[in-house]
């Protein structure tokens, strides 16, 4: 289930948007509301708004963040997609971020994109059950984790394809694609992995 998505730099958005299905205070409509491990959320939203007000570039966002992580960059179109009004955003990166509950979980996953040189700057990925655990961050080329491993074999195969990186390719897309995620110590990966096939 997505709980919210956020965009920066993607077509006619230049500042971070977000869309959360958080619900608020209010109970004026309680039959809206689905409590998922004490966290309130809406059932279902609607967009709207008037003519070329970036409804579709919403939808494309998703899309094009999805293609990335399922396809990969090589595979996906980065021309012009970042903020055309000002020419400086070419330079700038294209921020994309999901927050969803899966298979009893919350999770935050995201990733922020050079444009031009088609390069992942940062890459993240949360548990987000109660206080927040980095699965992993990636700033660059380093990688880093707050997961304890269990298994020294697990451990190592992180640490090898951590420093081995592309910068070209998703850490997450990765581990999916080694076949990591058929063990349990990357039980968050494929979480991640098995949510996206299904966005």
């Not at 595979?75 to 509950?101: C, M, N, V, W």
């Not at 707050?146 to 020294?152: G, I, L, R, T």
Request: glycine share 6%.
């Amino acid at each position: 289930m997505l709980i919210r998505f956020s965009v920066e730099n993607f077509l006619s958005y230049k500042d971070r948007q977000i869309f959360s299905m958080m619900a608020g205070k209010q109970t004026r409509h309680p039959e809206h509301i689905v409590e998922i491990n004490n966290r309130r959320v809406l059932k279902g939203s609607v967009f709207f708004g008037a003519n070329a007000s970036g409804k579709s570039n919403f939808v494309k966002a998703v899309s094009f963040a999805k293609s990335i992580i399922e396809r990969g960059i090589k595979e996906t179109t980065l021309t012009d997609k970042h903020f055309r009004i000002d020419h400086s955003y070419a330079e700038k990166p294209g921020i994309f971020q999901f927050d969803y509950f899966v298979n009893g979980h919350f999770y935050s996953y995201g990733f922020a994109l050079d444009y031009s040189k088609g390069h992942i700057l940062e890459e993240w990925l949360y548990l987000c059950d109660n206080n927040d655990i980095s699965v992993f961050e990636r700033s660059g080329d380093v990688i880093t984790t707050d997961h304890v491993f269990k298994n020294s074999d697990s451990k190592q195969l992180f640490d090898v394809f951590s420093k081995t990186i592309s910068d070209s390719k998703l850490f997450l897309s990765e581990i999916t694609e080694r076949k990591l995620i058929e063990d349990p110590e990357f039980i968050d990966y494929k979480n991640t992995s098995e949510w996206f096939k299904g966005l």
